[in-house]
T-cell receptor
Framework: QKEVEQNSGPLSVPEGAIASLNCTYS??????FFWYRQYSGKSPELIMF????GDKEDGRFTAQLNKASQYVSLLIRDSQPSDSATYLC??????????FGTGTRLQVTL | SAVISQKPSRDICQRGTSLTIQCQVD?????MFWYRQQPGQSLTLIAT?????????ESGFVIDKFPISRPNLTFSTLTVSNMSPEDSSIYLC???????????????FGPGTRLTVL
């Protein structure tokens, strides 16, 4: 079983819609959860992080964490073509080491 | 957040040679890491660069192949030794937090070094 799992996609959503990206993790001791956006040919860019159960909102982005079910999700409201990228879920335990999922490719269509 | 630079940004190397990649941060940071991202894949942690001591390597990565230095809190190097085509990848350094600041383990990545081995 992979430590951090994501659907590779592509996930296609129309402009203006909500994009929902999901991630599950296997280590119950995981403490911090991150979403990175990676444009083709570029390095990952941190867009959201969450540590506590529940929702965390930042602009058009909402991260949701459910530790009992071991999943974390990212919602992107009012999706724009510029949101088209690969979204990487990453998880850390007690040692600051990031474990990445394989990423979900998002395509926002006009 | 800190500004992170890497040199070179890309290189094409011959089999059997070595390449040293530099990572420079504009402020002191507590933790520095080196990752590899192979074509079409996600990121894999190679090692944690420890200031003033030997790096901590992840399973599958060894010091002889990927020697790492970190002489101070703003700079680190990764050498890819005795390269083969399988080493063709993007190599990324990342940093966690400014020295003395509170951290929730957020990591920020440099722009990466695209390596092609012929």
């Amino acid at each position: 079983q992979k430590e951090v799992e994501q659907n590779s996609g592509p996930l296609s959503v129309p402009e203006g819609a909500i994009a929902s990206l999901n991630c599950t993790y296997s280590d119950r001791g995981s403490q911090s959860f991150f979403w990175y956006r990676q444009y083709s040919g570029k390095s990952p860019e941190l867009i959201m992080f969450i540590y506590s159960n529940g929702d965390k909102e930042d602009g058009r982005f909402t991260a949701q964490l459910n530790k009992a079910s071991q999943y974390v999700s990212l919602l992107i409201r009012d999706s724009q073509p510029s949101d088209s990228a690969t979204y990487l879920c990453a998880v850390t335990g007690t040692a600051s080491k990031l474990t990445f999922g394989t990423g979900t490719r998002l395509q926002v269509t006009l | 957040s800190a500004v992170i630079s890497q040199k070179p940004s890309r290189d094409i190397c011959q089999r059997g040679t070595s390449l040293t990649i530099q990572c420079q941060v504009d402020s002191q940071v507590t933790m520095m890491f080196w990752y590899r991202q192979q074509p079409g894949q996600s990121l894999t942690l190679i090692a944690t660069a420890n200031q003033g001591s030997e790096a901590t390597y992840e399973s599958g990565f060894v010091i002889d192949k990927f020697p790492i230095s970190r002489p101070n809190l703003t700079f680190s190097t990764l050498t890819v030794s005795n390269m083969s085509p399988e080493d063709s990848s993007i190599y990324l350094c990342s940093v966690e937090s400014l020295a003395g600041s509170r951290s929730y383990n957020e990591q920020f990545f440099g722009p990466g070094t695209r390596l092609t081995v012929l």
